[in-house]
């Protein structure tokens, strides 16, 4: 059986409660976390975050403002900030509350090295995650 | 009747000491992460830059413009005045006193409050709408440090900057005036300025505009962040916040005239 404890403390929650920061673009929303937190210069907090988009094939819109993006670009982007935070897993919760495309485990799993992810969804949705190798909580 | 009356006074004053309550409590707390290090990072400092840009620099233009027209305009008022009461000997106080004392400090906060303060009350109420703080919260991202220091000591650093370039300006205009009503030439009014400028002087300037900025930013930033839990929400809060900031302002004018009158 799984186990796990969350607190506050030890997760980072990728959800449209906790949206990005219009005044900022996509590449200032991700770099913000590691100028706050590790006090990161802008330049190589930025740096890291293109390289991050890249990874995935989005840096085209690294520059870009938040309302000229699609909502799976935002979403991804999302994951992305929330992996800057320094924590062990990531909280998705209901993705497909913003979303309407299926979300590409596959772009997930390369942007993710060694954090757990944990997908918070309802059954109306289940079959979006059909093809996911990984183990699905009832 | 007259005790429903007496209640709703009641209430409007109690809400105002609340509300006054709050801001002290606000303005204290934004203090203390004035001075402490800690409160300044690279997001930080990119926030101030930003700030400074959009509130002073964007401003230059249409702030030199009304400064040149509004400026000269009242300038040669006093000018003119001067000359007609024979005050000329008396030319180079009187100027001093009226634009580095009084004009450039409280004509520059009125062009900052127009052009900064309701748009940051408004960057705040959205902000606050759209969930963003949440955000920010979520992110252990301090509020005080990013969004409210920023704009703190750019307001600053923006009205003392501003306070001194339409000092500047209106001296100038000074010059063309006296040049053209009095025949003074320009070493004479130079002379008689430099003689009249204390240091007294420079610190009125420097203190009220210190004042202003500060005041300019904190009220919108604070009547931004207070619960706006819908769009119709956006324009009280920013009407809120504006005659807030207006009273405060013209009560630093009229506390400065009594302390300089002591």
């Known amino acids: 059986m799984l186990e796990f ?3 506050q403390e030890n997760y980072s929650l990728v959800s449209s409660k906790i949206p990005l920061i219009l005044s900022l673009n996509i590449v ?3 770099a913000l976390i ?10 190589k907090a930025e740096g890291i975050a293109k390289e991050s988009l890249e990874k995935i094939g989005l840096l085209d819109i690294a520059l870009m403002s938040i309302d000229k993006c699609s909502d799976l670009e ?6 992305i900030r929330a992996l800057m935070m320094n924590r062990g897993t990531i909280l998705v919760e209901s993705p497909y509350l913003i979303l309407e495309e299926i979300i590409n485990i596959e772009i997930l799993d390369e942007l993710n090295q060694d954090k757990d992810i944990i997908i918070l969804d309802t059954f109306e949705n289940e079959t979006k995650y059909e093809d996911y190798r990984c183990n699905i909580i009832r | 009747m007259i005790v429903r009356f007496i209640e709703s006074i009641g209430d409007k004053a109690i809400n105002f000491i609340l509300s006054f309550y709050e801001i002290i409590r606000f303005t204290f707390i934004s ?7 800690n409160s300044y990072n690279p997001a930080m400092r ?11 620099v964007t401003i230059l233009p249409f702030f030199i413009m009304l400064a040149i027209f509004f400026g000269s305009a009242i300038i040669g008022v006093v000018i003119v005045l001067a000359t007609q009461y024979n005050l000329q000997y008396e030319i180079g106080s009187i100027i001093v006193t009226f634009v580095i004392d009084e004009f450039a400090p409280f004509f520059t906060a009125l062009l900052i409050s127009l052009r900064s303060a309701t748009t940051i009350n408004t960057e705040m109420a959205v902000m606050n709408l759209n969930k963003e703080l949440d955000t920010l919260k979520e992110y252990k991202i301090d509020i005080i440090n990013y969004l409210v220091l920023p704009r703190l000591i750019s307001g600053v650093i923006s ?5 001194i370039l339409f000092a500047l300006i209106m001296l100038t205009s000074g010059y063309i005036f006296t040049l053209f009503y009095m025949n003074m030439d320009l070493h004479t009014y130079k002379y008689l300025i430099l003689n009249a400028i204390m240091v007294q002087d420079v610190v009125t300037l420097l203190l009220k505009s210190i004042a202003f900025g500060f005041v300019i930013m904190i009220i919108p930033i604070y009547s931004g962040l207070k619960s706006v839990n819908k769009n119709a929400d956006i324009p009280k809060s920013i009407l809120s916040g504006m ?7 013209f009560f630093i004018e009229v506390l400065s005239l009594i302390i300089q009158s002591l």
């Open chain 2, 243 to 249: 005659v807030k900031l207006f009273i405060t302002i």
């Open chain 2, 46 to 56: 990119m926030v101030l830059v930003k700030q400074i840009y959009h509130t002073s």
């Open chain 1, 5 to 7: 404890k969350l607190t």
């Open chain 1, 34 to 43: 590691k100028e706050v937190h590790i006090g990161l210069s802008v330049d």
């Open chain 2, 159 to 163: 009205s003392v900057s501003l306070s």
């Open chain 1, 74 to 79: 935002i979403f991804y982007v999302m994951f």
């Open chain 1, 28 to 30: 200032e929303n991700i």
């Open chain 2, 31 to 37: 203090i203390v992460h004035l001075i402490n290090p």
